[in-house]
């Protein structure tokens, strides 16, 4: 089976500090992605990864980087932790591109920026 | 114009009986299209996804695409309580890419 982890599931943070999520995936997957989930506005894309130190952008980056020194690790960084940037935050992987490649879900982190 | 939509419900529909999910996209170059299910605080799963025009039944799931009217749609038969959850249809603009786009969701409640 395969397995997605994330660092937390429940995060608090301060304004203006620097906050990373991480995720670990077992399975040797290629392709790695980040997704803030809100309510009304679905599952976005922040930012996804098909190899190794190669990244490229979603639909929401602004705010945010990544990091991927690893092929089973994918690191979410907010700079400033701003209040808008209070979300879920899921991580997903999947096997290969090729479009047609289930893309597997973590746990989610509950972020909240007071 | 969103590039994926659905109705966001909730759609309720007694034990046993067909629901009904659709959801229309403005893509028209669009490759392939997923039906994910998401439990109250849980990450989603995929049920089954679909790239040809036609119908793909999966036990009690079939997916329904129709590439002209660019519209995707979920039949779920013989519903359960348990299959109450939220829907979310998810398009893959590119076949050379996981990149998904997905909808706001659907959500299903399915009373005894």
């Known amino acids: 089976d395969v397995k997605v982890t994330q660092s937390s599931r429940y995060l608090v943070k301060r304004t203006g500090e620097k906050v990373f999520l991480e995720c670990v995936q077992d399975?040797?997957?290629?392709?790695m992605f980040w997704y803030r989930q809100d309510p009304g506005l679905g599952l976005r894309l922040i930012y996804f990864s098909y190899d190794v130190k190669m990244k490229e952008k979603g639909d929401i980056p602004e705010g945010y980087s990544v990091s991927r020194e690893k092929k089973e690790r994918f690191s979410l960084i907010l700079e400033s932790a701003s209040t808008n940037q209070t979300s879920m935050y899921l991580c997903a992987s999947s096997l290969l591109a090729g479009g047609n490649n289930e893309q597997f879900f973590g746990p989610g982190t509950r972020l909240t920026v007071l | 114009q969103k590039e994926v939509e659905q109705n966001s419900g909730p759609l309720s529909v007694p034990e046993g009986a067909i629901a009904s999910l659709n959801c229309t996209y403005s893509d028209r170059g669009s490759q392939s299209f997923f039906w994910y299910r998401q439990y109250s605080g849980k990450s989603p799963e995929l049920i089954m996804f679909i790239y040809s025009n036609g119908d793909k039944e999966d036990g009690r799931f079939t997916a329904q695409l129709n590439k002209a009217s660019q519209y995707v749609s979920l039949l779920i038969r013989d519903s359960q309580p348990s299959d109450s959850a939220t829907y979310l249809c998810a398009v893959n603009l590119r076949y050379n890419t996981d990149k998904l786009i997905f909808g706001t969701g659907t959500r299903l409640q399915v009373f005894p």
């Open positions: 399975m040797d997957h290629e392709n």
